[in-house]
């Protein structure tokens, strides 16, 4: 029997295609400007510490958080392409915001909060796209159409940087066109690149994106989404209840996988410039080449890895990937002797910028007596001495954190991709649109907690506690997955249907 004509084919899958496109641009907008988050701050508005770093970069997920569920519920009653051209606009014209949020003369770090808050609403739609995506593929086809999703939204967090490192060559100056107000430099031209490519996604929604709707046997169904992708008539391999323990434990370990790699983003900036004495400008350049190469890395890996997990099956590969991860970590404890070089500030009324390690074993009154000009302008560079860790607490050497980087930027994608498809494959022929906006919130949450969790243990407590406690968390959830490891088996396995 013909279950869908070529035509039809064709257009489903055109369609599933700008689903996977606007999963990546949702998640480049996050990490396009993770990077340059902390010293463009620093430059539009000094009253911000490392701390309100940590609440600007969540404001984005909790924006996902709220929008998510409201664009789902939007996109049951009208048409998809209402809702996805809505939250992507909203992201085009907080990215706009993003870029003038150095022109108010008081409370700039607000308005940076509040465009990026706005940008993770935009960001909602990715409720819409895993509704659509789930209601208009075939049980054959949902599980890897999933791992797909995932690949295109790792892919967007680790690539997002790249773009980031491409804008630094712009300079802190960049260009001014005074007529707007627009300055165009190493930290707002990522912002704008990301409206361009709101704005061509929305081209694209209009042009390509049609209203396509299978059954699990692919025939093609009347799209009624008032009724949502839960409509569907199930048949009879559709009987059995889903193993809500493994639904409960996926949930969970994702929460982690992001948890990790929210961290992971956030903290890079700030701790290369404590641990390196490197400028803004420096800094943001050289995780971007770093993060280019993670990210290079970790497309050969969702290459490598979807072949490998039909030799070794899903757990075995998620299990070792929380293990790479955890390696990756641990090696980014301080380890060593040398204290990393410190930044004097505010010593009467003068800001000493730090650049040697000989200036740190100057005396304390020899500091006191140098003098520096007052139109001194030289950004101050170190471990900043309000950060008490600062003169206790080993450096992280270059060596480590580059290794840490590798190690990290191999496991996460495989256990991003790993926990997506076993997810999808716990629930099997159930509808998923429900429990996809669990695993959503999971993650939204831990992109809240990430950043505002390691802002604060590492401003106050340093990298030894920060890291610690993410080896510990991780140890948790590997301890997890053996507990529910004979659980985590596809839906037709569980009940006899087809062989694992």
């Not at 509040?114 to 909602?124: K, Q």
């Not at 992708?229 to 949930?251: F, P, Y």
């Amino acid at each position: 029997d013909v279950v869908e004509t070529q035509e039809h084919y064709k257009s489903r899958w055109r369609s599933i295609w700008i689903m996977y496109l606007t999963m990546f641009l949702s998640s480049v907008g996050f990490s396009i400007v993770i990077m340059s988050v902390w010293p463009y701050l620093q430059k539009i508005d000094p009253t911000a510490d490392a701390s309100f770093l940590g609440w600007i970069i969540a404001s984005y997920s909790i924006g996902q958080m709220v929008a998510s569920p409201l664009f789902g519920l939007w996109s049951n009653y009208r048409p998809r392409r209402e809702s996805l051209v809505i939250s992507t606009a909203i992201s085009v014209a907080a990215n706009c915001l993003y870029a003038y949020v150095h022109v108010p003369h008081s409370h700039n770090k607000y308005y940076m909060l509040t465009a990026r808050a706005l940008v993770g609403f935009g960001a909602g739609n990715v409720a819409v796209v895993r509704s659509y995506i789930a209601g208009a593929t075939s049980l054959t086809e949902r599980t890897s159409a999933m791992a797909n999703t995932s690949a295109c939204q790792a892919v967007g967090f680790i690539l997002g940087p790249v773009f980031q490192t491409c804008f630094t060559l712009i300079g802190e100056e960049g260009i001014t066109w005074k007529l707007i107000h627009l300055q165009l430099n190493m930290y707002t031209a990522p912002v704008l690149f990301g409206a361009l490519l709101g704005v061509i996604n929305i081209i694209l929604i209009f042009a390509i994106l049609r209203e396509h709707r299978v059954d699990d046997l692919g025939r093609q169904c009347k799209s009624i989404n008032f009724e949502g992708e839960e409509s569907g008539v199930l048949d009879q391999d559709a009987e059995g209840n889903v193993d809500h323990v493994a639904v409960v434990a996926i949930n969970f370990l994702f929460f982690v996988i992001l948890f990790v790699f929210a961290v992971f983003e956030t903290i890079a900036t700030p701790l290369t410039m404590d641990m390196y004495s490197w400028t803004r400008k420096e800094a943001v350049f050289y995780n971007g080449i770093i993060l280019s190469v993670v990210g290079i890395e970790s497309v050969i890996v969702f290459m490598v890895v979807k072949t490998l997990s039909k030799k070794t099956g899903e757990r075995a590969i998620l299990h070792g990937g929380l293990l790479i991860v955890l390696v990756g970590f641990f090696i980014l404890l301080p380890w060593g002797k040398k204290l990393p070089n410190i930044q004097w500030q505010e010593i009467k009324n003068n800001s000493i910028p730090r650049t040697t390690s000989t200036e740190m074993l100057m005396p304390f009154w020899s500091l006191q007596a140098m003098q520096l000009p007052s139109n001194h302008t030289v950004e101050p560079v170190g471990c900043p001495v309000t950060q008490s860790w600062c003169l206790n607490t080993p450096m992280i050497y270059l060596a480590q954190y580059i290794s840490s980087d590798i190690l990290i930027g191999l496991g996460y994608p495989v256990c991003n991709v790993m926990s997506y498809t076993l997810y999808s494959k716990i629930l099997g022929p159930k509808p998923q649109g429900v429990y996809m906006g669990w695993l959503t919130a999971s993650g939204s949450g831990a992109r809240i907690l990430g950043p505002v969790f390691v802002s604060q243990i590492y401003t106050h407590l340093g990298p030894r506690w920060a890291f610690s406690l993410i080896c510990g968390v991780v140890v948790v959830s590997l301890l997890l997955l053996e507990i529910v490891y004979k659980r985590l088996i596809a839906f037709s396995v569980r009940y006899g249907r087809m062989q694992e």
